[in-house]
Every structure is written in structure tokens, then in C-alpha cells.
């Protein structure tokens, strides 16, 4: 069971912090994504992390956003900055079905959230 949060309207080179809590299994063990789908386009895994904390983020948000985990929580996050309205979609947190990782591919995982909607807009 994941649950995200945080989504919701912001401004352009605003930011944002999206939170993923995982229940019903072993958080830890998981390689975790973050997977955005844009209005009218496919789902694109944007950023990931292995379960030893081992991360990727495409070239679109390398460098504006960060993705990390909370073991004792069982959360995963993305810390969002300089938010532009190409960011804008519904964010997905999903669980990555492959050992070793992270793949950050959407096909290879096995669990998803409902996803938070992020819309940059003046």
C-alpha cells in the first residue's frame, strides 16, 4: 500500500516536497520511483532510489530535484525546486519489482500509490 502526498498548486520556481508512506510490506527491501505523467503524455520514472540509498533522476529534473527514503518511517520523498510548468502532472510513487536497481523504468514495477497532482501555474 502506498499513499502519496504534497502535491498541489504552485508558482514557477517554487518547490515542493511530495512524500510516499508505504504499509503491508518490507519498505526497506525496495528499490522506490517516482513516476510522473504530464496531461497527454506516457508515465516517465523521473528520479529513484535503491534500497541501499543508490539514486537517479532523469536529465529533465537531475538537477532540481531530489529523491530519499526514511527506513524507519517508511517514506520516500522528492524534494522538488524550480518547479517550471513542464513539471506539471500527477507524480506517482511506485515499488520497483527487480532486485539491485534502481531501474526507474514504470514497466518494472509492482506497486503503485493513487498519485498527487503537481500543477506550475502563474
Known amino acids: 500500500h502506498l499513499v502519496e502526498s504534497g502535491g498541489g498548486l504552485v508558482q514557477p520556481g517554487g518547490s515542493l516536497r511530495l512524500s510516499c508512506a508505504g504499509s503491508?510490506?518490507?519498505?526497506?527491501?525496495?528499490?522506490m520511483s517516482w513516476v510522473r505523467q504530464a496531461p497527454g503524455k506516457a508515465r516517465e520514472g523521473i528520479s529513484c532510489?535503491?534500497?541501499?540509498?543508490?539514486?537517479w533522476s532523469s536529465n529533465a529534473v537531475k538537477d532540481r530535484f531530489t529523491i530519499s527514503r526514511d527506513g524507519a518511517k517508511n517514506t520516500l520523498y522528492l524534494q522538488m525546486n524550480r518547479l517550471t510548468p513542464e513539471d506539471t502532472g500527477t507524480y506517482y510513487c511506485?515499488?520497483?519489482?527487480?532486485?539491485?536497481?534502481?531501474?526507474?523504468?514504470?514497466?518494472?514495477?509492482?506497486?503503485w500509490g493513487v498519485g498527487t497532482l503537481v500543477t506550475v501555474s502563474s
Open positions: 511506485a515499488r520497483e519489482k527487480l532486485p539491485g536497481g534502481p531501474w526507474c523504468v514504470p514497466s518494472l514495477t509492482d506497486a
Open positions: 503491508g510490506f518490507t519498505f526497506s527491501r525496495y528499490a
Open positions: 532510489i535503491s534500497s541501499e540509498g543508490k539514486t
